[in-house]
């Protein structure tokens, strides 16, 4: 199976012990894996719904330390095509699987779950919830209990809390929450479609007091501001103290939160505040010490501050809870890359083509592998592959990195090539950040360009806390380690405290 195969081939490369056993093909300890919910919602407009409460309750179990809660974005890309519970068991590494089914109507909420044992196929537990949807908040803390009761894990005080917190009194704000939740895979991310916005905005409208959609309007614009990502026809310095606003009001509304406190440090990584941004992490992470997201914000960041065996930790944590998915391996291989371990970064990234061959981006970043590995031809015809996969709605960044691929590679009449795609973005009235400027100016050998850019521009400013490939200079450019080079490079990883 792909995901055992991936398995033995992590192995092979030497990552960590800890990594190694949870990866084995013994199930891990305490696991569930709860599989989309089948929607039974008569009205279309409904349908949302049944995702929504799936990831809600996947969010509930991500609060508790002593299970093992497989990832949303795991359970949605290995449920169904007629596999048996037997075969989405070994392929998620799992105890136990929950299948269930939602319909709504009428304000009313008919939910059906059933707990399985995989080695068995013996049910552990079933429940019909036939209620009003008013009860949402207490059906999911049940089925949570449940589920840890039945796995026999510990679940404390301050965690049997934290799972009966109501996050809103209003169903309303809640529903638009959960439309906003579920109308991407990925909620953390640098450019969200207008429709996120829209609903998340609705939610706090409806209720002001909704520290949840507080905590993730925090995220998703903090990390913009970290990324380059425009919003709104707001100015970077505004996209950030939107993060910071939210944020506070997040944490003061509820300081149980670990979305908040990822907010907060999104906000004291913008601004330098390096010991600040860890602790807010670390509080994060004792909060959801499952939660996949937190996980790779802290990732990010510890990469960049060149904590590198903390960030790989990280990175092989999320691969236990989102296993058979291509991302999390790209993001292992990416934090191989950054801490000078070339081996690793192929591998993982050769597993992760694998798992998601038709994602530019990571035929991009294992062709960066390959040539940190010496792998130069290997690495070109995966730049080709990667800039076949090209597309209208790549970001400006997936441009102007394909372009410094092929200039690292020495193929400059390539990089000019991508390079004009760039322009052409440009002369159709698209925003380009200063970070893609400044690398595709160096793809095509504009060194001055890139320097008086670079030089003139302040550390957090349009993305440039997030030109890592440029801070560490893993293909070996010799123009980055040029004195004045090395100084700006150096000046990526300073911090205030």
Same mark, same amino acid.
């Given at each position: 199976?792909?995901?055992?195969?991936?398995?033995?081939?992590?192995?092979?490369?030497?990552?960590?012990?800890?990594?190694?056993?949870?990866?084995?093909?013994?199930?891990?300890?305490?696991?569930?894996?709860?599989?989309?919910?089948?929607?039974?919602?008569?009205?279309?407009?409904?349908?949302?719904?049944?995702?929504?409460?799936?990831?809600?309750?996947?969010?509930?179990?991500?609060?508790?330390?002593?299970?093992?809660?497989?990832?949303?974005?795991?359970?949605?890309?290995?449920?169904?095509?007629?596999?048996?519970?037997?075969?989405?068991?070994?392929?998620?590494?799992?105890?136990?699987?929950?299948?269930?089914?939602?319909?709504?109507?009428?304000?009313?909420?008919?939910?059906?779950?059933?707990?399985?044992?995989?080695?068995?196929?013996?049910?552990?537990?079933?429940?019909?919830?036939?209620?009003?949807?008013?009860?949402?908040?207490?059906?999911?803390?049940?089925?949570?209990?449940?589920?840890?009761?039945?796995?026999?894990?510990?679940?404390?005080?301050?965690?049997?809390?934290?799972?009966?917190?109501?996050?809103?009194?209003?169903?309303?704000?809640?529903?638009?929450?959960?439309?906003?939740?579920?109308?991407?895979?990925?909620?953390?991310?640098?450019?969200?479609?207008?429709?996120?916005?829209?609903?998340?905005?609705?939610?706090?409208?409806?209720?002001?007091?909704?520290?949840?959609?507080?905590?993730?309007?925090?995220?998703?614009?903090?990390?913009?501001?970290?990324?380059?990502?425009?919003?709104?026809?707001?100015?970077?310095?505004?996209?950030?103290?939107?993060?910071?606003?939210?944020?506070?009001?997040?944490?003061?509304?509820?300081?149980?939160?670990?979305?908040?406190?990822?907010?907060?440090?999104?906000?004291?990584?913008?601004?330098?505040?390096?010991?600040?941004?860890?602790?807010?992490?670390?509080?994060?992470?004792?909060?959801?010490?499952?939660?996949?997201?937190?996980?790779?914000?802290?990732?990010?960041?510890?990469?960049?501050?060149?904590?590198?065996?903390?960030?790989?930790?990280?990175?092989?944590?999320?691969?236990?809870?989102?296993?058979?998915?291509?991302?999390?391996?790209?993001?292992?291989?990416?934090?191989?890359?950054?801490?000078?371990?070339?081996?690793?970064?192929?591998?993982?990234?050769?597993?992760?083509?694998?798992?998601?061959?038709?994602?530019?981006?990571?035929?991009?970043?294992?062709?960066?592998?390959?040539?940190?590995?010496?792998?130069?031809?290997?690495?070109?015809?995966?730049?080709?592959?990667?800039?076949?996969?090209?597309?209208?709605?790549?970001?400006?960044?997936?441009?102007?990195?394909? !372009?410094?691929?092929?200039?690292?590679?020495?193929?400059?009449?390539? !990089?000019?090539?991508?390079?004009?795609?760039?322009?052409?973005?440009?002369?159709?009235?698209?925003?380009?950040?200063?970070?893609?400027?400044?690398?595709?100016?160096?793809?095509?050998?504009?060194?001055?360009?890139?320097?008086?850019?670079?030089?003139?521009?302040?550390?957090?400013?349009?993305?440039?806390?997030?030109?890592?490939?440029?801070?560490?200079?893993?293909?070996?450019?010799?123009?980055?380690?040029?004195?004045?080079?090395?100084?700006?490079?150096?000046?990526?990883?300073?911090?205030?405290?």
């Amino acid at each position: 199976m792909q995901y055992l195969k991936a398995i033995v081939v992590l192995l092979l490369v030497g990552l960590s012990a800890n990594a190694v056993a949870q990866n084995s093909n013994a199930a891990l300890n305490n696991s569930v894996a709860v599989l989309p919910f089948e929607n039974l919602s008569p009205n279309p407009d409904d349908a949302y719904l049944s995702a929504g409460i799936h990831e809600q309750l996947l969010f509930q179990l991500t609060k508790i330390r002593d299970i093992n809660p497989i990832s949303r974005p795991a359970a949605i890309r290995n449920a169904g095509d007629g596999k048996s519970i037997a075969e989405i068991a070994a392929m998620l590494n799992v105890e136990t699987i929950m299948t269930g089914s939602v319909r709504y109507e009428n304000d009313r909420v008919n939910m059906v779950v059933n707990l399985i044992d995989a080695s068995t196929n013996n049910q552990l537990w079933s429940e019909t919830y036939d209620r009003d949807f008013s009860d949402i908040f207490a059906i999911q803390t049940n089925i949570v209990e449940h589920i840890v009761m039945a796995l026999g894990a510990e679940l404390t005080a301050s965690e049997q809390q934290r799972i009966e917190k109501a996050p809103t009194n209003s169903l309303e704000a809640y529903k638009r929450y959960m439309n906003a939740r579920v109308s991407v895979r990925v909620t953390i991310a640098p450019n969200m479609p207008p429709k996120f916005y829209q609903y998340l905005n609705e939610a706090i409208s409806l209720d002001p007091d909704f520290a949840l959609a507080h905590a993730l309007k925090s995220s998703v614009y903090g990390i913009s501001h970290l990324y380059g990502a425009p919003r709104d026809q707001l100015t970077f310095d505004e996209i950030r103290n939107v993060a910071q606003e939210h944020a506070d009001i997040a944490v003061k509304l509820d300081p149980n939160l670990g979305l908040g406190y990822m907010g907060k440090a999104f906000v004291h990584f913008s601004n330098l505040h390096g010991a600040a941004a860890r602790q807010a992490f670390e509080r994060a992470l004792g909060l959801s010490p499952n939660d996949v997201e937190i996980y790779d914000g802290y990732r990010r960041f510890l990469s960049v501050i060149e904590d590198h065996d903390e960030a790989i930790r990280l990175a092989e944590r999320d691969i236990v809870l989102t296993p058979n998915v291509g991302n999390p391996l790209m993001r292992l291989g990416q934090t191989s890359m950054f801490a000078g371990k070339p081996s690793p970064a192929v591998e993982s990234l050769r597993i992760a083509v694998e798992l998601f061959p038709q994602f530019h981006a990571v035929h991009r970043f294992y062709a960066m592998a390959l040539i940190t590995a010496g792998k130069n031809s290997e690495a070109l015809e995966e730049l080709r592959i990667s800039e076949k996969l090209l597309n209208d709605r790549n970001p400006t960044r997936d441009i102007a990195r394909t !372009a410094y691929g092929y200039s690292v590679l020495g193929f400059k009449e390539d !990089a000019m090539r991508i390079y004009a795609l760039l322009e052409k973005r440009q002369a159709e009235g698209k925003f380009i950040s200063i970070r893609d400027w400044i690398e595709a100016y160096l793809a095509i050998g504009e060194i001055e360009k890139a320097y008086g850019l670079w030089s003139k521009t302040p550390k957090p400013t349009e993305g440039i806390r997030s030109l890592q490939f440029i801070q560490s200079n893993i293909v070996k450019n010799p123009v980055l380690e040029e004195p004045r080079f090395v100084k700006l490079r150096k000046q990526l990883i300073e911090f205030k405290d």
